[in-house]
């Protein structure tokens, strides 16, 4: 469907849950967040119909998220049936890839075509601190199994985070010189409860430039991300710059959080509720919900937050 500013929305970002095995301090609070009624949030017939009204909009890819989806008990059975909706050609996942390793496979056979897993460094003891405890050997070992599953063009993503991962930009880069895989280097947002990192935790994009000169601009539409290529390598580095050089020209995604808002945009407070309405009532309110889609999200810096009033893992990334 095109919205008010002549965008055609084919993307879905559906949020499974909100809770997660991790605590990524840009991500969620230390003490993770109060657990929502169970009633709340959408059960499992909610959001294969919501995914059913997005087909009939003309939605296209769905991306399951969250919180962490792995963590959502049936996620395997979630993704088979959102798989085999008629209208929707691509279902993607985002993981942390901690839980991955038992069911890789199971997600490959369910329909699953492509896995996003997000790492921001390859130090055991840092990878401890950013996600507050979680172990980088269970990450590694779910990227592997994803790998050996038969899964094509991973993406690795990163959140580059100055004074923290900016010096591994190259160690990050070359995993796609040793394995089938893409890296995406993305700008820490700056959302209304990550106020635990400074101003110069947010730097641009242009620093991975700057630090891998050899990189080669592939001229292709990667969509959000602007695509390179180190030097012989077999998988692509994507910059994703949400704050440096926003995109919302080109954004065609919708977003449902897994308490039933419909979110036309991440960083906007505007939030449409579908939660307990049949398919006729879906249908109106996530037509309503993409034509509010918002031209730009306004400007972001560490002294200019999201509008967003929920933490990333409520919203889905
Ligand atoms: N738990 C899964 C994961 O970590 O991949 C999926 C949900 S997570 C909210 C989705 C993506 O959002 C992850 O790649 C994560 O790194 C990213 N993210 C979370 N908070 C962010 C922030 N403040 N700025 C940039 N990216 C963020
Ligand atoms: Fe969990 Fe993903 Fe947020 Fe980390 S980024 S706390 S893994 S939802």
Redesign the pocket.
Known sequence: MIDSFNRNITYLRLSVTEL?N?R?R??MPEEGICKKRHEDMLTQEEMLQAVHVCAALGIRKVRV?????LVKPNIVSLCREIAAIEGIDELCL????TLLAPMADQLKQAGVDRL???L?TLDEQKYRMITRGGELAEARNGIRAALDAGFLKIKI?A?LIGGFNTDEIASLANLTRQYPMDVRF??????VD?RNFGPDAYVPNTIVLEKLPELEPIPVDGGVAKLYRLPGALGEIGLIS?VSAHFCAECNRIRITADGKVKPCLHSSDEISIKGLDETGMFTKIKSAILKKPQWHGELSYYERSHARRS??Q???
Do not use: A
Request: charged residues 10%.
């Open positions: 997660c991790l990524c840009y991500c998220t969250g919180g962490e989806p985002t993981t942390n890839g996003n897993i997000s921001d993503n959140v993305i700008e820490l947002m700056p959302m990550n949400p990333m893992n919203i889905g990334g």
